[in-house]
């Protein structure tokens, strides 16, 4: 007799043998059930838990009689109490054993999910299982060098639950080939290779402090998080400050969050500046890009150009920037390539005045060179970074042609290079239900000589007259 | 140029591959390390090893083999034309990253992804390559994820998919015309066409492992694919049609929506600003709705406004109830389980509970209040044997009622 049992003698106290062990729980609540006692007669405990005290004489068992019937406990409740006993508070073994008394008179006792003890149960193999399942995901090992050479992997862990024996299994089955350790405040786990062999509650200081794969992991960690987009409550939600003292990389949080708003507002910076909405007329289009400094060239000593001619034409003529000449007159195609291109317009019957024309760049880039200003060409970041204008001017005239001169013209349009050469002499939808064709660069045929020169200006000839008649077509 | 060590490298080849969304790691074949050589196992389940401060979990390792890229697609920072800092991984340095983590417990496997180099089939080859090491050298039993590049050899696709858990094939933009304007290197039919193809041996591959025992695995967490959301104008409905599509014409697992973010270096054709992150967060939902709930594609798409969006303040499920309300209250002591699930705010979970609670007795408010999380957003829709909400579900005001109601999203949180 224990000494709860003496001093209150219908009573029976069961300590069980660990605070995991559902074998011994069973055997015991089967007893009980058997030899009629209720619930309330009984009090639960195992060694470490409350109610040690009592557990001083160790109980006996009462004995059931031979034609004593059969427990009957369904799956669903062995396999939700085999979970739940795991659970870190001294109340589950009750709780256990009222469900199990409860179900002896009502076999579907367990599935009254609005019924007191069966969400509590609920609730317990919920947060074993979450424990169980933090365990896997936030358990660190650090490699140390044993004395017979090779390395273990070692871990502290804090879990809340008594689920270090149940969980090995998933060590095992996934660090089979490695020699590991796992430490806790409540006992540990070692594996060789061959055996798992279960070991006394360690401390903290019994594990590693390091390991050299951390900073690499730390860095990944910092880097694959896009701070454009924080959310600390859903961090948080599923990776709780407790489990942080841990885990290596968790210590870089502060510091990420804090910088996550600056990062994100120099991302959007290095794109270019913000941009809110397009202006939707031509004049305020011509006045943004005057201010527009999205690029480098913007920041040259320079003025934007803007695209000049009808709003309504039917024919849009795109150049690749303006030149020293534009740049000063304030107008697109006045230089030498301007003239050899009006040259040109006129022979192939195609009214210059009647026409759209503009660059795929609005300023003027260039290096100075004494008192010159020698063109540079405009790189395709720079194209692609200022086609946000030519888009809107093209929006607005809506021509039903537009023809590119040159690479850096056909790039603005496409989004892509393509090599003139394969691309001229024929249209290229665009999704505005416009034709693009493309042609060399007039600037392109005067730094031509003799034959070569020619034979350049025979093909953009007859370039030009191809337009001319598509248009004719597409203008009725 | 000095060269880069595994740590810079990973800085720049980890940071480039925070766009993708993916980062799961379940539904694979089940798997352990023991009776082999090396480590690793899936267990059904992936896990998530950590979690970033955006709030996105860390399962895999998600790099890519290199950040060059000869391709220049606008909203990608690996763009020819983007200035990034570039870097390259051999596939064994990968590899060896890979194991080094695993072994320490920090993920589950790897997520492999890269920029075109030279040719999408060299590019592919090396992708197939650090698979191979991975599971041929070293024996590892762990999760492989392949970004596969849908210009490469349709043979080497199939290679990658005899060592991946899962392949993947990005769509990136929902319309056609989004893509010829953005990825003009891209080919919207070769996408689908690579997608089919992987379609196709999955299947072939199914039937042979149920006629041989040994047959290989073929990719047996299936391919998925992402969307970038915001970029171009498509709207939520063009989205979700697309989606439905792509469930339907290639099975996949999962289609993953990224609200495009604003990348350095970004083009100016590419809006500056983010679209609001909740507008990702209710494609997934509506992604939900299709996968868990029994709405058919049309009906989601019907809980967009006429602009074709979805309502940004209140989630897809409450849109359509309020939309359709002669649906509604619904007898949660009678009512089957395809209309229980309609109720806003009833999850799965709460609906098995009580169509298992109610064989036992006849439901009252608090009992259903019980088994959910708040039971004031569901009462408008409810009949208990003790409530009946009148003429709540007609009034107009009911939308503003309930929303905003942000407990909603707890619902769906993945
Ligand atoms: S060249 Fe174009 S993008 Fe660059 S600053 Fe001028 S207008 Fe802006």
Redesign the interface.
């Given at each position: 007799m224990n000494a709860l049992a003496a001093v209150t003698p219908h009573c029976h106290a069961v300590t069980l043998p660990a605070q995991d062990d559902f074998d011994a729980w069973r055997v015991a609540a089967r007893a009980l059930v058997q030899c009629g006692v209720a619930p309330d007669r009984v009090s639960w405990c195992a060694p470490g838990g409350e109610g040690d005290l009592f557990a001083a004489g160790g109980g006996e068992l009462p004995v059931p009689a031979a034609d004593a019937p059969q427990v009957w406990a369904g799956k669903t409740f062995v396999q939700l109490a085999r979970t739940a006993i795991c659970h870190a508070d001294p109340a589950r073994f009750a709780l256990l054993y009222r469900l199990l008394w409860r179900h002896q008179a009502n076999r579907?006792v367990l599935?009254?999910?609005?019924d007191a003890d069966v969400?509590r149960l609920e609730d317990f193999a919920r947060s074993v299982r979450r424990d169980i399942?933090k365990m896997?995901?936030?358990?660190?090992?650090?490699?140390v060098e044993e004395d017979e050479g090779g390395e273990r992997?070692v871990?502290w862990f804090e879990p809340e639950h008594h689920i270090l024996r149940t969980n090995a299994g998933?060590f095992?089955?996934?660090?089979?080939?490695?020699r590991w350790s796992i430490l806790t405040p409540a006992g540990s786990l070692h594996w060789d290779g061959d055996a798992l062999v279960e070991g006394p509650p360690a401390q903290r200081s019994d594990a590693p402090g390091g390991?050299p794969?951390e900073?690499?992991?730390r860095?990944?960690?910092?880097?694959?998080?896009?701070?454009?987009?924080?959310?600390?409550?859903?961090?948080l939600?599923?990776?709780p400050r407790k489990y942080w003292k841990n885990?290596p990389?968790?210590a870089l949080?502060p510091e990420?969050?804090a910088g996550?708003q600056q990062r994100?507002a120099?991302?959007?910076k290095?794109?270019?500046s913000?941009?809110g909405e397009r202006p939707e007329t031509l004049a305020a289009i011509d006045k943004a890009i005057h201010q527009c400094r999205?690029c480098p060239i913007g920041d040259l000593d320079n003025e934007a150009v803007m695209g000049e001619g009808p709003q309504d034409a039917p024919l849009m003529i795109v150049g690749e920037q303006p030149g020293d000449q534009e740049d000063l007159a304030q107008r697109p195609f006045v230089g030498p390539a301007g003239r050899v291109l009006d040259a040109h317009l006129e022979r192939a019957g195609i009214d210059r005045n009647a026409a759209y024309l503009t660059n795929a760049v609005k300023h003027f880039k260039f290096v100075p060179r004494g008192k010159r200003r020698l063109h540079h060409s405009p790189?395709?970041?720079e194209i692609?970074?200022?086609?946000?204008?030519i888009?809107g001017e093209r929006a607005i005239v809506q021509p039903r042609l537009v023809l590119a001169l040159g690479a850096s013209a056909a790039r603005s349009m496409?989004?892509?290079?393509v090599s003139i050469s394969r691309a001229r002499g024929q249209p290229h939808p665009l999704?505005d239900g416009s034709e693009l064709w493309v042609t060399a660069h007039p600037s392109y045929l005067l730094r031509l000589k003799d034959e070569a020169r020619d034979e350049q200006e025979r093909l953009f000839q007859a370039d030009l007259a191809a337009v001319a008649e598509r248009l004719a077509e597409l203008t009725g | 140029m000095q060269s880069l060590t595994v740590i810079e490298k990973l800085e720049i080849l980890a940071d480039a591959a925070k766009y993708d969304a993916s980062c799961a790691s379940s539904g694979t074949a089940r798997r352990n390390s023991k009776g082999g050589k090396g480590i690793g196992s899936t267990e059904g389940m992936g896990i998530c090893h950590a979690y970033a401060p955006d709030g996105r979990c860390i399962s895999l390792l998600k790099v890519l083999l290199t950040n060059h890229c000869i391709f220049d697609c606008h909203y990608c920072i690996n763009r020819k034309s983007s200035n990034v800092r570039r870097a390259r991984f051999t596939p064994r340095e990968v590899a060896d990253l890979t194991l080094s983590f695993y072994r320490r417990n920090y993920i589950e496997g790897l997520f492999l992804s890269s920029g075109i180099v030279k040719s999408s089939d060299h590019t592919m080859e090396q992708l197939v390559e650090t698979a191979r090491i991975l599971r041929e050298e070293h024996d590892f039993r762990g999760y492989i994820h392949l970004k596969t590049i849908p210009e490469a050899d349709p043979g080497l696709a199939l290679r990658a998919g005899l060592y991946a858990d899962r392949l993947s094939i990005n769509v990136e933009l929902p319309t056609d015309a989004g893509l010829t304007r953005f990825a003009p290197d891209k080919n919207p039919r070769q996408i689908e066409q690579a997608m089919g193809g992987m379609k196709a041996a999955m299947v072939e591959h199914k039937d042979a492992g149920k006629r041989f025992r040994h047959a290989p695995r073929f990719a047996p967490a299936g391919q998925s694919t992402q969307m970038i959301v915001g970029a171009d104008g498509a709207s939520d409905t063009q989205i979700l049609g697309k989606a439905s599509g792509l469930y339907q014409g290639f099975r996949l697992r999962r289609v993953y929506y990224s609200a495009f973010s604003p990348i350095p270096d970004a083009s100016a054709v590419l809006p500056l600003k983010r679209p609001p992150l909740i507008r990702e967060h209710r494609l997934y939902q509506s992604d939900w709705l299709m996968r868990f709930y029994g709405y058919r594609p049309a009906e989601v798409m019907a809980a967009a406004g006429e602009d074709g969006m979805l309502p940004l303040d209140i989630d897809p499920k409450l849109a359509w109830a309020l939309k359709f309300r002669d649906q509604f209250p619904v007898d949660v002591n009678r009512a089957p389980r395809e209309m229980l699930l309609r109720v806003p705010g009833l999850g799965v979970r709460a609906v098995e509970q009580i169509l298992l609670a109610r064989r036992h007795r006849t439901l009252r408010l608090a009992d259903v209040a019980k088994l959910t999380v708040s039971i004031a957003k569901l009462r408008p829709f409810l009949v208990t044997c003790d409530w009946r909400p009148t003429a709540l579900t007609d009034r107009g005001d009911l939308r503003s009622l309930l929303a905003p109601r942000t407990e909603q999203l707890e619902l769906f949180a993945a």
């Open positions: 579907q599935e009254d999910r609005a969400r399942h896997r995901a936030f358990v660190r090992f650090r490699a992997f871990a998933f095992v089955r996934r660090f089979a080939n490695m390991d794969a900073d690499l992991w860095r990944y960690y910092a880097s694959i998080f896009n701070p454009a987009r924080l959310k600390i409550g859903a961090m939600k599923e990776m885990m990389e968790a949080i990420l969050v996550a994100e120099a991302m959007v290095a794109g270019a913000e941009a999205r790189t395709a970041k692609d970074i200022c086609r946000w204008w888009e496409l989004g892509k290079t999704e | -």
